[in-house]
C-alpha cells in the first residue's frame, strides 16, 4: 500500500482542503492515533486539511524491504537509504505537486512560530520523517526544499516532528479553534508569551480572580491582558523582547516598570548598605 489518507467527513466533500500533508515514514501507524482526536479530527472532518502517511518501505526493491544499511568510512548506527527515500520523494511530489518537501532532521532550522505561519500558506507539506543516525546526504541536497528541527534534543525519528508541525499550523486555519481571534492570541504570535488565564471558580485554596476580570470593563481587561503578557515574557523568555519592536503602549508600561524599580532600590538605599546586600 503506497500511501494511506485519512478521508473527510461526506458532508464537506467537496471542500479542497486548506492545506494537505503527506508523511513519509516506515512507521505509518504512529499517525493514526493523532489524527482521530481533538483539533486535529475536526480539521479534516470539516476537510480543512488532508493527512496521509506513506511506507518508505514499499517503495524498497528488495524482499526484506530495507530502508536502512551501515555508512561509508564506518561508525555506529544506520543511515537511511537513498533508493527508496528518493522513489517515496517521487511518488509524493507527483502526488501533491505543488507540495514543498521538508526534512525533520536535528541539523534543521529550529521551528517557531513563524515557520508555522510560513508553512501555514503552502498548499501542501511532504514531511520526511527521518530514521537512524540520518539520511544519505544526496537526499539532503537532491530532493528537499527545507530542514526542519524542533528543538536543540534528538529524537528517535521524525514522526513526533512532523505531528508536532501539523498541529502548529492546523491551528493557524481560521475556525480551527472556534474562536475568531484565539490563534492570534497564541504565545509567540507577536513575539510575546500569551497573558495568563483564569476560569472558575472565583477563589482557589484561598487566591481569587484578579478583580479587572471580573469588572466586565474590556478596555481595563486588554490592558491588564498586555501587561501580563509583558510581564511573563519578561520573566521567562526576555530574548523575545529584545527583537521586539515595542508598540507605544508596551513601552510606556516597560517604563513604568523601570520607575517603580527605581523607586524600590531608592528608598532601600535610604535605609542603608546593608538593606540592598540583604544583610540583616
Known amino acids: ?36 482526536h481533538g483539533i486535529i479530527r475536526k480539521a479534516i472532518d470539516q476537510k480543512t486539511i488532508s493527512v496521509s502517511a506513506v511506507n518508505i518501505r514499499d517503495f524498497a526493491k528488495d524482499r526484506h524491504q530495507t530502508t536502512d544499511d551501515r ?48 508553512f501555514g500558506s503552502e498548499k501542501g507539506l511532504i514531511l520526511v520523517c527521518g530514521r537512524y543516525e540520518g539520511v544519505d546526504e544526496r537526499i539532503c541536497s537532491d530532493f528537499i526544499d527545507h530542514e526542519i528541527s524542533v528543538g536543540d534534543y534528538v529524537l528517535t525519528g521524525g514522526e513526533l516532528g512532523a505531528m508536532i508541525i501539523i498541529d502548529a499550523i492546523t491551528r493557524l486555519i481560521p475556525g480551527s479553534l472556534g474562536g475568531a481571534d484565539s490563534a492570534e492570541r497564541d504565545s509567540f504570535s507577536d513575539d ?57 503602549q508596551e513601552s510606556y508600561i516597560l517604563k513604568k516598570w523601570c520607575f517603580e524599580i527605581e523607586e524600590i532600590i531608592r528608598f532601600q538605599s535610604l535605609r542603608g548598605p546593608a538593606a540592598l546586600s540583604g544583610n540583616q
Not at 473527510?8 to 482521530?36: C, H, M, Q, Y
Not at 555506529?76 to 509524493?92: D, N, T
Open 1 to 36: 500500500m503506497r500511501g494511506s489518507e485519512k478521508q473527510a467527513g461526506s458532508k464537506n466533500s467537496d471542500r479542497v482542503p486548506v492545506i494537505r500533508f503527506v508523511n513519509l515514514t516506515i512507521f505509518p501507524e504512529l499517525f493514526f492515533p493523532f489524527w482521530e
Open 71 to 118: 555508512p561509508y568510512g564506518g561508525g555506529c548506527g544506520m543511515v537511511m537509504k537513498p533508493e527508496p527515500l528518493a522513489a517515496a520523494i517521487r511518488y509524493a511530489q507527483n502526488e501533491s505537486p505543488d507540495s514543498k518537501t521538508i526534512l525533520l532532521t536535528p541539523q534543521g532550522q529550529v521551528f517557531n512560530q513563524k515557520i508555522a505561519l510560513k
Open 192 to 248: 510575546l508569551l500569551e497573558h495568563a488565564h483564569y476560569t472558575r471558580p472565583r477563589t482557589f485554596e484561598g487566591e481569587s480572580v484578579p478583580e479587572v476580570l471580573l469588572s466586565g470593563n474590556h478596555q481595563d481587561i486588554e490592558k491588564w491582558r498586555l501587561e501580563t503578557a509583558l510581564i511573563r515574557t519578561f520573566l521567562k523568555r526576555k530574548d523575545l523582547l529584545k527583537d521586539r519592536i515595542l508598540t507605544k
